[in-house]
């Protein structure tokens, strides 16, 4: 099993109990609204954990609304399917590498809490291309300072000691590179975001 696999398997059932979910909820939504979440839209949620920011998006989103949920860890996404049952989500255990999903079929991406785990940013980045439609969002999202994840993953396991978030000018200029338009590149001590749009042709 991959290294990060094991060990977010191996925190999965302690995970909720390490943040105030419901100041969480309230903090996603304010964000979803920031980023004009549409009710219609599809919305992948990469590295979705145990499902909090899946279920802040099923409240923004209506009736023909989908997200899509992906975790590395098998752990995880069973945690967030017994806390979660709507028929407007799907999960799956897999890699931001390669999605369930097809051409140019999804509206919006948000790698919340987890763009530092996501090893080969240049794969990843054009499979995102390959998924989202012309117009397409992609958002990297942290409700903590760059700093504060930094320290997290410094003292946690040995599988994500090394996964480090770049400050956001770097983030911005590696999708930049990767043919990404950049909306929105900000950081401060309560969070962390950049909004880029799928690259044209």
């Not at 998924?131 to 409700?143: E, K, N, S």
């Amino acid at each position: 099993m991959n290294p990060r696999s094991a060990y977010f398997d191996a925190i999965a059932d302690k995970w909720d109990g390490w943040d105030d979910l419901v100041l969480l909820a309230k903090r996603m939504a304010a964000g979803l609204a920031h980023f004009g979440v549409k009710p219609h839209e599809t919305i992948v949620d990469i590295g979705c954990g145990t499902g909090n920011l899946t279920s802040a998006l099923l409240t923004a989103l209506g009736e023909a609304g989908k997200v899509v949920a992906i975790d590395i860890s098998p752990r995880m996404i069973e945690v967030a399917r017994g806390k979660i049952r709507d028929a407007r989500v799907t999960w799956h255990v897999g890699t931001a590498e390669s999605l369930p999903v097809g051409d140019s079929s999804v509206d919006r991406i948000v790698c919340f809490s987890v763009w530092p785990h996501l090893v080969d940013h240049q794969s990843t980045l054009a499979e995102f291309a390959r998924v989202l439609r012309p117009g397409g969002l992609l958002h990297i999202w942290h409700l903590i300072s760059r700093h504060k994840v930094n320290e997290i993953h410094g003292s946690a396991g040995e599988a994500v000691r090394g996964d480090h978030l770049h400050p956001a000018v770097e983030t911005a200029a590696t999708l930049t590179a990767e043919g990404y338009q950049v909306h929105e590149a900000v950081e401060d001590a309560e969070h962390y975001l950049l909004t880029a749009s799928k690259p044209s042709g």
